[in-house]
């Protein structure tokens, strides 16, 4: 079987916690890597320009500890193999589609909320060049509505569409998974019969 790299992108909102819990129950396998990518974003202000190295390693340290915290989440999942990226990039996405390229992981997943780069993306390039720039299937989770609303699928316009699958979890179940079954030793080790004699009735 394959090692398949799935990539998560940690981001500070609630919806890429549950992107993660999805993937874990959904798609993840045996010996498959996490990756969870964290991007914090630059600016193209002046006032970037000048920042200091002390805020630099702040924001580093903060998306560290961001990323830790989802990898707590995969810690109550068994046999998971995880690795941590932090990394300055820009909020269009680049760089998020760069290291993924890199990486050569097998799946993107992302929690889609109202100002996800991906929408950026797509806005930036055309439809039909969006696999290129990932070279995987990209998983865009939705956050399930809260009551009353109704759940529904929304749709992106032909301005916004691009090559990902669009998931409502809402309308997903977690499969039940049965007890682990105890194993049955069907022949014992022969070492461990004692053995009894009986002694012939002298007549």
Known sequence: MDVRKIVVIVEDEEVARTALKWALH?????GDIITLLHVYHSSSSSSSRTRTRSKSRLLRLNGYQLALSFQHICNSHPNTKVEIIVTEGDQEGT???ATVRELGASVLVVGLHDHSFLYR???????NSMARHFNCRVLAI???PTPPLRPSVSVLDS???MDFSQIDISRLKVPQMPPPKTPYRICPDPYAIIWRLRRARRS
Do not use: D, E
């Open 26 to 30: 959904n798609i993840i396998r045996y």
């Open 95 to 97: 760089k998020i589609a």
């Open 121 to 127: 993306l797509a806005m930036a390039h055309s439809p």
């Open 142 to 144: 939705k956050q399930p």
């Open 159 to 161: 301005a916004t569409n």
